[in-house]
């Protein structure tokens, strides 16, 4: 079982190597793959409609997560953008989930395209074993969020889009790299978030 010293680890001397394993976990963090998965599936399937949806969604996914994580910054409960403290996000992991499960309850409401909704709903179900494995390891939210999409955009538009899934090992590349994660909690993460929003968003649609 990894310690909490897994998140207190010195970070690595700077190099090329690690140069570009920052670039790719700060440019393909979760938050950047919903600003982009969401107005992808919901142009590609109902045109203007679903985008205007999706940038509804986004405000719940992922504007109001990063707004909660700043706080945390600010307040000093939160270390860095990506909370790296395994148990600094047992607090703020639920409070992602209740964003989301508000955006999820608001679209069913107003009728909101179906694969849309669904998305919303598989972005909340794969939150639930991320939080549940969170109280005693630290699984990788990098590779979980990015391995859900790409099960989801597959499902949704065709198995071309599965051709972005080597950016799954990319990623998990780099966040060991950067020591945020070992190599196991990279490989858990991109399993659980195929399986959980995968499963969700195909039995929701």
Known sequence: MTTEAEATAATPAPTRRTAWA???TDG?????????????????RYGWRGIAWALFAVVFAAVVPTLIIRSGMRKGT????HVGHRRRRMTVFPLIMGSVLVCFAVM???????DLTALVLAMFASLVPILVITAWWKV???????????????IALGPLWLLLAPLVPVIGWSRVVLRDHTTAQTVVGALV????????????R
């Open 193 to 204: 978030g195929p399986l959980t929003a995968g499963l969700t968003f195909w039995a929701a």
């Open 22 to 24: 920052r670039r790719i």
């Open 78 to 81: 939160v270390a860095d953008r």
């Open 108 to 114: 069913v409401g107003l009728d909101a395209p179906a």
């Open 140 to 154: 990788s939210v990098h590779t979980a969020v990015a391995g859900g999409a790409v099960s989801c955009l597959a």
């Open 28 to 44: 393909l963090e979760p938050k950047n793959v919903i600003l982009t998965l969401l107005p992808v599936l919901g142009g590609l």
